[in-house]
């Protein structure tokens, strides 16, 4: 990508609201990639029966790197619809990251995320706005919900989640003001670095 400046335009403890708003802003987008990116946390054996529910056939791994006796990469193997709790937790935490078809997955996503940090990413580009002098950047423009984060680089965990606006790598608070007020926001501080 281009190294896109996000600005956080929304902060709630509820991911529905989130979910809503962050669809609100993708639909506003003059274009928008065939894929959305997806990435979850998997902290519980829950978590990991949720998101293999949503997303079957998806590849989840060990969060932190696991090597076995010799050295060699341990990959996470077990089928997560069949294996027992007991067998899922020494396991844990997992993670998801899988680009699939946008509007297939993203709102039954949302809804199965766990207290782990998570994130959804459409990329596409603003449509031009002579108002502000904006022009749209298909590098970088985009809408990002972080689920527990207030980080558009996934920083740490936070009780919130955070919806950002993705823009032109120079910045462009004005078309991500006008953004946040399409959903009732206002910028809720200062442009981060984004993807």
Known sequence: MGNSRAYPVLRTSDPAEAYARAERLRALLETCEDEVSLYAELLTAADVRRMAEVLPGARLDHLDVRTG???????????????????LEPHLPLN?????????AE???????GRGTAAVHWCGRWPADPETGSVG??????VQIVFHGDRSQWGGWAEHHTVFVHVSKFGDEP????????IGSEV??????GW
Not at 70 to 82: A, K, S, V
Not at 107 to 113: G, H, L, P, Q, S
């Open 137 to 142: 950047s298909p590098q970088c423009d985009g």
């Open 96 to 104: 998801v990251m899988v680009d699939v078809p946008t509007g297939s």
């Open 69 to 87: 006796p010799e050295g060699e990469y341990l990959r996470f193997d077990l089928d997560p619809r069949t294996a027992e709790d007991a067998a």
């Open 188 to 193: 809720l501080g200062e442009a981060q670095l």
């Open 175 to 182: 078309r991500a003001r006008k953004l946040a007020a399409v």
């Open 107 to 113: 709102e039954r996503f949302a809804a199965a995320v």
